[in-house]
């Protein structure tokens, strides 16, 4: 038996004995990739069963919903290359060095049913964007990333907030929030507004300009 069979069976054996003890790290597929992507996408923190594994940076045990910012250049690195990879994504483009490093980390993740248990936290978010790149899954083609000027944010437009009132049909929301969208249209209008005072004043000085001519 070689050594990688025997350390993948000594992984699923760990994964095993885990699920059958725990009582509260199960989650939903959904939930996951959704949480990985707002608490360490969006905002950079450490969550759930499958950041939580590495004694070097958090410690064992921590468990779903905790959420924990740790400052570390590996955590940094990984969260960047993470955000890079749902970049591209969303514009539905994938460099061929990304999909390896995303094969080679998922496949240090061992699973059963609802239970999860990486490797590393690279692992973890590997996992996680496979299943955004999953055809036969909607994660991927669910997934956007706020329009608004200054905003970083990646959402779903499943779970994304509606406007009160408005049913979502039709037009696909550009932004993470109704709070984000009144905003950038604020922003448009402002922007609108100073361009026609500007056009005004330009216009009155040309015509004052004739007048003084004639």
């Known amino acids: 038996m070689s050594h990688t069979r025997e350390s993948r069976q ?4 760990i994964v095993l004995d885990w699920a059958a003890a725990s009582s509260g790290t199960a989650i939903a597929e959904a939930d996951l990739v959704h949480g990985l992507v707002e608490h360490f996408g969006n905002d950079g923190a450490l969550w759930g069963p499958l950041l939580a594994d590495d004694p070097n940076i958090t410690g064992r045990g921590l468990a779903m ?6 400052q570390d250049a590996r955590i940094e690195h ?9 970049g591209d994504i969303v514009k539905r483009r994938m460099r061929a060095e990304t999909r390896d490093r995303i094969a080679a980390g998922r496949a240090r993740v061992a699973q059963v049913g609802k239970h999860y248990q990486p490797e590393s936290p690279e692992a973890a978010v590997a996992f996680v964007l496979d299943l955004l790149l999953d055809d036969a899954k909607v994660y991927g083609a669910d997934l956007r990333a706020c329009q608004l000027e200054g905003c970083s ?5 499943s779970t994304r907030p509606r406007e009160p009132g408005k049913r979502r049909v039709g037009t ?3 932004y993470c929030s109704p709070e984000h969208m009144v905003k950038a249209h604020n922003r448009v209008k402002a922007a609108w507004t100073q361009k026609a005072r500007k056009d005004a004043k330009r216009a009155a000085a040309g015509k004052l300009k004739a007048k003084r001519k004639k």
């Open 78 to 86: 990984l969260r960047e290359w993470f955000r890079s990879a749902l």
């Open 65 to 70: 919903p905790t959420k924990m910012f740790v």
């Open 172 to 174: 696909i929301p550009k």
């Open 10 to 13: 000594h992984a699923l054996t």
């Open 153 to 157: 944010r990646f959402f779903f437009l």
